[in-house]
């Protein structure tokens, strides 16, 4: 007559073997014969340990995983009437999702991914666990063990990993060195040709300074002989001016510095074209009068 039931789980009545209600936590009184206590049923989080499956990856390698899940009744009346055996059907839904998310990945991924695992069989198996009466609140993959033969060809298959890395960053390590002292002789060329450019303009300018320089003195040279020479002339010619020579004295002068070039064996001497007009010259006809007599 007297139902006691427990805080964290209830109890399934029945009358005749047909479901009546269910008994919450607390004291409850039921009439002997007509109600009877059908199951206690846990609303606590209960943990399973799923034992080890085979499975077999993308890459066909053979695989042992197990699998730790933790659970929850939702609904009572689905979890004891509407299966046979709840906890056995969400066990084997999760083999079987699971045996296709292996299947799906290579053993790397799978060495390497259980995070992504437990997630992806989260994601595929808590709806249908609905239907069970049940809600997973965490699914974990375990241990997962290969044979002794694949964990061989791993450690060969890392250590031939390793040594391409390792003669990859060699190689780069070279290609780098190479680009750096390109780089560098390159650098020196380009300072060396600017050097040069810049010493080449240097030059230049200097010459073109000492072209100017030297033009300029040979202006100035030219000037002050001009000035000179335009100088002495204006002195001869001021000189002759004041001199008051008629022009047959200048004449006489002039064949006076005839003769003594004529005298002269060094010199080649060109006769003026009007040497023949010379002897309408008082004086020079005197002259030759006098030599005649001589």
């Not at 100088?231 to 002759?240: L, P, T």
Request: aromatic share 4%.
């Amino acid at each position: 007559m007297v139902v006691i039931v427990e805080q964290g789980e209830v109890k399934i009545v029945e009358s005749f073997g047909k479901y009546v209600r269910t008994l919450d936590p607390g004291l409850h009184f039921l009439v002997p014969v007509l109600y009877n206590v059908k199951r206690r049923v846990s609303l606590k989080q209960i943990p399973i340990q799923i034992d080890p499956q085979s499975v077999i990856t993308k890459d066909n390698v053979i695989v042992e995983i197990d699998e730790a899940i933790k659970y929850h009744v939702t609904n009572v009346q689905a979890f004891v009437y509407d299966n046979q055996d709840s906890v056995t059907s969400m066990i084997q839904d999760c083999q079987s999702n699971l045996r296709g998310i292996i299947g799906k990945m290579d053993l790397n991924e799978v060495l390497n991914g259980t995070e992504e695992i437990n997630l992806a069989l989260f994601d595929s198996v808590k709806h249908i666990t609905a239907g069970y009466g049940l809600s997973i609140d965490r699914i974990n993959i375990g241990e997962i063990s290969v044979s002794d033969e694949i964990v061989n060809s791993m450690n060969k298959l890392i250590t031939a990993s390793r040594d391409k890395e390792s003669l990859i960053t060699i190689s780069e390590g070279k290609k780098q060195s190479v680009i750096l002292d390109s780089e560098a002789k390159a650098s020196e060329m380009q300072i060396d040709a600017e050097a040069r450019a810049k010493q080449t303009k240097i030059d230049a300018t200097a010459r073109a300074e000492r072209i100017k320089i030297d033009a300029q003195a040979e202006a100035e040279r030219i000037r002050v002989v001009t000035e000179a020479e335009k100088q002495r002339i204006k002195e001869i010619n001021q000189a002759v001016q004041e001199s008051e020579l008629t022009p047959e004295m200048l004449q006489y002068l002039g064949i006076e510095a005839f003769k003594h070039v004529v005298e002269n064996n060094h010199n080649t001497v060109i006769m003026p074209s009007n040497l023949t007009e010379l002897g309408n010259i008082p004086a020079m006809q005197k002259l030759w009068e006098a030599t005649d007599k001589k």
